[in-house]
């Protein structure tokens, strides 16, 4: 289950409904560690699927982008964005790294399909790339149900994983 789908469930059954859970998927912890490292943002390399990006998208930043695919006809968008040939050159670091979690969730719901960022540590380093999708964090957690609880209604379901979540809380 991903994480949009929990916080989706949190938000629904869990609290007052003026309440939204939002979760993010993290990236591993090497990758996390090679990005902070880089001091140099390079280059930012994403695909947005036109189709799911709406006028609420606007936090990921691409609804304009999205918006000029459609009236195109296309299924996506590449966006690349990129510095000059300087060595000492980089996109805005802060910006990036802000808009990091909004991407990274935005890649959960099939948003963004493709994210990588490019850069090194000091002007002197290689370019490294990091794949955003394929470096992120995974864990899996089975809910003990017996077979004869997978066909119940949605609110015994619910009420289950509320009991689950209250233990494991």
């Not at 296309?74 to 790294?97: N, W």
């Not at 959960?108 to 370019?127: A, P, R």
């Given at each position: ?21 939002e ?10 560690a ?70 990274l ?10 994210l ?54």
């Amino acid at each position: 289950m991903r994480s949009y789908a929990v916080a989706s469930y949190f938000t629904q059954f869990v609290t007052a409904k003026s309440t939204k859970y939002e979760l993010t998927p993290l990236l591993d912890a090497d990758a996390s560690a090679r990005l902070r490292r880089k001091g140099f943002i390079r280059k930012v390399d994403m695909r947005v699927a036109v189709s799911s990006i709406g006028e609420l998208d606007r936090d990921i930043g691409v609804a304009p982008i999205a918006a000029f695919g459609q009236d195109y006809g296309a299924e996506f968008c590449d966006i690349t964005m990129t510095v000059g040939r300087g060595r000492k050159d980089s996109l805005f670091r802060s910006k990036v790294i802000e808009m990091l979690p909004n991407w990274l969730r935005a890649s959960e719901e099939h948003k963004i399909t493709k994210l990588k960022i490019s850069g090194k540590e000091n002007e002197d380093e290689v370019t490294e790339e990091i794949n955003l999708l394929v470096d992120q964090m995974n864990a899996k957690e089975t809910l003990p149900v017996a077979p004869s609880e997978r066909l119940i209604p949605v609110e015994k379901r619910w009420e289950a994983l509320m009991r689950f979540w209250r233990k494991e809380t």
